[in-house]
């Protein structure tokens, strides 16, 4: 079946502006994941969903960032008053029941913010 | 701070050289993870070890977790063009959530 998507691809945007990523998972998965990777570094956990519940927002810098999964499946990261230092690739996984499961990523959103 | 220190972050190899990545930490881990990555791509599993003193090969590949489960290392064997990518381990703290904490990344690149 399909991995992880999503989208966009790329995004650019100035400083000061409101984004979301979304991201699609693996069907039947219903543990989701997003980490934030920044030039050079390795991935950093933002945040992890078990079914529509978020179960650890730890990783969440601050209250710019938030991010839902309503219906178990797509989940949204939303970005608000973007700063130059968000800039970085925003990676999501997904795994079947989460745990010590196989994640699976996606290609990840890259975001630049001007 | 970074829990997980893996050295080197660069590395440039000719074909067919050996070479060995360290990870390391002074926290212990219920399980240690390798992944590769490409551009533009996620990370993609390679190998998971659990128990401390585990060896796991795959093809040129061995993968070793300490006794103490606090490190861990990756040996290629006869490095090919192929291996070329960036490395990465993570380690899950707690198997109840999933959350991996990476380290740094190493750059490899094998020339021709």
């Known amino acids: 079946g399909a991995g992880v998507s999503q989208t966009p691809s790329n995004k650019v945007t100035e400083k000061g502006k409101y984004v979301e990523l979304r991201c699609d998972p693996i069907s039947g998965h219903t543990a989701l994941y997003w980490y934030r990777q920044s030039l050079g570094q390795g991935p950093e956990f933002l945040i992890y969903?078990?079914?529509?519940?978020?179960?650890?927002d730890s990783g969440l810098p601050n209250d710019r960032f938030f991010a839902v999964r309503p219906e178990g499946s797509v989940s949204t990261l939303k970005i608000q008053r973007t700063e130059r230092g968000d800039s970085a690739v925003y990676l999501c996984?997904?795994?079947?029941?989460?745990?010590?499961?196989?994640?699976?990523f996606g290609p990840g959103t890259r975001l630049t913010v001007l | 701070t970074q829990l997980l220190e893996q050295s080197p972050q660069f590395l440039s190899i000719q074909e067919g050289e050996n070479l060995t990545v360290y990870c390391n930490s002074s926290?212990?881990?219920?399980?240690l993870q390798w992944y590769r990555q490409e551009p533009g791509e996620g990370p993609v599993l390679l190998v998971t070890v659990v128990t401390g003193g585990e060896v796991k090969k795959l093809k040129r590949l061995t993968f070793q977790f300490g006794d103490a489960r606090k490190d861990s290392s990756l040996h290629i064997t006869a490095a090919q063009p192929g291996d070329t990518g960036l490395y990465l381990c993570?380690?899950?703290?707690?198997?109840?959530?999933?959350?991996?904490?990476f380290g740094q990344g190493t750059t490899l690149q094998v020339k021709p």
């Open positions: 993570a380690g899950l703290r707690s198997s109840n959530t999933g959350k991996l904490i």
């Open positions: 926290s212990v881990f219920s399980s």
């Open positions: 996984a997904s795994s079947l029941t989460g745990g010590s499961d196989t994640q699976y």
């Open positions: 969903f078990q079914g529509t519940g978020a179960a650890d």
